[in-house]
Structures are given as C-alpha cells and as structure tokens.
C-alpha cells in the first residue's frame, strides 16, 4: 500500500522560502498527476502546483511565479519549491498523486498535510 508523508512545512517569515517534499512508501506505477494542493481555515482545498505524467506543469494563478514543483527520477518523491513566501500562503499544505491509466486501476492518494505558516 502507497503512503504519502510530507515533509518541510514550518514557520517563515514574509519573502522567506521553504522546500517541501513529499515521499511515497511504496512504489507508484503508472502516474498520471503529481501534486500540490492547500487548504486554508474556512476555505475549499485549492490546487497550488501540479505535474502530469509528461511533464506539464500548471499553477494555482496565486503562485505563479514563486512556487516550482519538481519530482525525482525515480518519481518516488515530488517537491515544492516555495519562494517569496506570503502571508496568504499560510495553510495546509497537502501532497496528492493520481494514478492508473483505466478507469479500474485509477487510484488517488493524500498525504496528512503539512502546516505552513507565514507571519511577520
């Protein structure tokens, strides 16, 4: 079974940068999306940064232009590169990853959420 543990999450300063990452357990075949999402107090969970099997990347217009998502070769860990930090950035930070390329085989994975917190 796939388990997906976010790492890197913590406190920052406004303009600070943090990197996350997110490793799988086991190993995850036939990926379709890799991804970022965030959730903020009394708000829907909006998508920050996603990565497709081929390498298309699309951004949340919020991040544009601060956040990077990359994975390893092994695509067993994907990261967020987290720059010129806001204050509305503030939130839980979850990892998902979408696999399988049939309808049957189609899996979906979350990680716990890791906090990130800007303030001044």
């Known amino acids: 079974q796939v388990q997906l543990v976010e790492s890197g999450g913590g406190l920052m300063q406004p303009g600070g940068s943090l990197r996350l990452s997110c490793a799988a357990s086991?190993?995850?075949?036939?990926?379709?999306?890799m991804g970022w999402y965030r959730q903020i107090p009394g708000k829907e969970r909006d998508m920050v940064a996603t990565i497709t099997r081929r390498g298309n990347i699309n951004y949340g217009d919020s991040v544009k232009g601060r956040f990077t998502i990359s994975r390893d070769n092994a695509e067993s860990t994907v990261y967020l590169q987290m720059n010129s930090l806001k204050l509305e950035d503030t939130a839980v930070y979850y990892c998902?990853?979408?696999?399988?390329?049939?309808?049957?085989?189609?899996?979906?994975?979350w990680g716990q959420g890791t906090q990130v917190t800007v303030s001044s």
């Open positions: 086991g190993r995850i075949f036939d990926i379709v999306t």
């Open positions: 998902n990853v979408v696999s399988g390329f049939t309808v049957e085989s189609t899996r979906y994975y």
